[in-house]
């Protein structure tokens, strides 16, 4: 069965850009949710889907946005993008319910020049 | 709100000692709690989770952790590390209802020969 597979998975913007993250949840998977990576802030959370609802959201930004299609697959979305959005962004899936073990993706590495 | 707190950013273990790595949390409600490593450039791989029952939770790679609700706490053991275990640990809290975990701050562990 395959993971969360991410794309892409390295990517370099400049600031101003806006940059895409597409993320495919397990098979059968139907909550996804994202996270940001730093250094500084370590991991937050930034938002699930789940029936291409937005169920929880973080404290970000609204230049940060997400989306779920019909099948599950994901995306988020940086607007304008600022030096400090440099970070490893992590998807996560799981099958929706109590207890459910959530998965993560290897992450898509963003730098921001 | 919910919080979680890994004390010790950095453990340096011998190869065949133990490890113990300690993780606090706060929730308002049952916990969900997760322990995830993270190697290098990659994403995060779950260890073990605890959601209900035995308060021993026993997980991959020979890792175990123990849920004490009195203490709030969640640690992780290894009774013998292998250079492989080399990575860095993440404690996470979560809820029953959607996936939005909140991680500490991860515990660096290093492996000496």
């Known amino acids: 069965k395959a993971g969360v597979t991410q794309t892409p998975r390295y990517l370099i913007k400049t600031r101003g850009q806006q940059v895409t993250l597409s993320c495919s949840p397990i098979?059968?998977?139907?909550?996804v949710s994202w996270y940001q990576q730093t250094p500084g802030q370590g991991l937050q959370f930034l938002f699930e889907?789940?029936?291409?609802?937005?169920?929880n959201k973080g404290n970000f930004p609204g230049r940060f946005s997400g989306r779920q299609f019909s099948n599950s697959r994901s995306e988020m979305n940086v607007s304008t993008l600022e030096l400090g959005d440099s970070a490893l962004y992590l998807c996560a899936s799981s099958l929706v319910g109590q207890g459910n073990t959530i998965y993560f993706g290897e992450g898509s590495w963003l730098t921001v020049v | 709100a919910q919080s979680v707190t890994q004390p010790d950013i950095h453990i340096t273990v011998s190869e065949g000692a133990s490890l113990e790595s300690r993780c606090n949390y706060s929730y308002g409600a049952t916990p969900y709690l997760f322990w995830y490593v993270q190697s290098p450039g990659q994403g995060l791989q779950l260890l073990l989770k605890?959601?209900?029952?035995?308060?021993l939770v026993q997980g991959i790679k020979g890792f175990e952790a123990e849920f004490k609700r009195s203490q709030s706490s969640f640690n992780l053991r290894k009774p013998s590390v292998h250079w492989s275990d080399a990575a860095e640990y993440f404690c996470a809290v979560g809820g029953a209802a959607g996936n939005k975990l909140t991680f500490g701050g991860g515990t660096r562990v290093l492996v000496k020969p």
């Open positions: 605890y959601f209900s029952g035995d308060t």
């Open positions: 889907y789940f029936s291409e609802t937005q169920r």
């Open positions: 098979s059968g998977h139907r909550s």
